[in-house]
């Protein structure tokens, strides 16, 4: 008798156990974003021909897999390719980040997200270095497991080379993220 109990007690807590909603879920995700700088040859006169005074500098491309915990903090480990044309520099940065939801209402979240990791660069102009990073952004709730992100990013990239030996960048992008 008491195994019999002890199985259907076993049957039920596993039952139990299975019913109940998850709290976590493992993600993909991956944005584009670009970063505006000062256009060094402009000049205000009545001889504008030398462009606009904004004009986009860089480049990035990110992509991650990650997992959310009781939908209110997530980690992720991501990679990328960063471009930034005005120096000429090429970058593969690969980064932990660690994301916090402020606010949460029907499926929309308001997030932060720090970053640290490591930038790799191909050429022999600047050596590798430590990649930085925190950010604040919108996840909005799509249709099915699709989420569309936008965001507002500071980065710091520390390689010998550049001015005080780091690179600074605000950049803003867009992307999406899969459940």
Known sequence: MRRTLLAIFLVFIFQISR???KNGRVF??????????????YQIGPNDDNGPLI?????????????T?????AIAFNSGYDFHWNY???????YGSLKYNITEKEGNTHFIEIR???MWTPSATYSDGNYYGIGLGIQV????????????DFHRKR?????????DSVSFGFGFSFF
Do not use: M
């Open 28 to 41: 993909f995700l991956a944005d584009v974003n670009f970063t505006l700088g000062i256009n060094e040859h």
């Open 159 to 167: 390689s010998i080379g550049f001015e005080k030996n780091r690179l």
């Open 141 to 152: 709730a799509g249709e099915e497991r699709w989420n569309t992100i936008f965001r507002i």
């Open 19 to 21: 019913s109940q909603e």
């Open 88 to 94: 000429d520099v090429k970058a593969f940065p690969t």
């Open 69 to 73: 915990f009781r939908k209110r903090v």
């Open 116 to 118: 640290r990791g490591k």
């Open 55 to 67: 004009v986009p500098s860089a480049l990035f491309f990110r992509f991650g897999l990650g997992y």
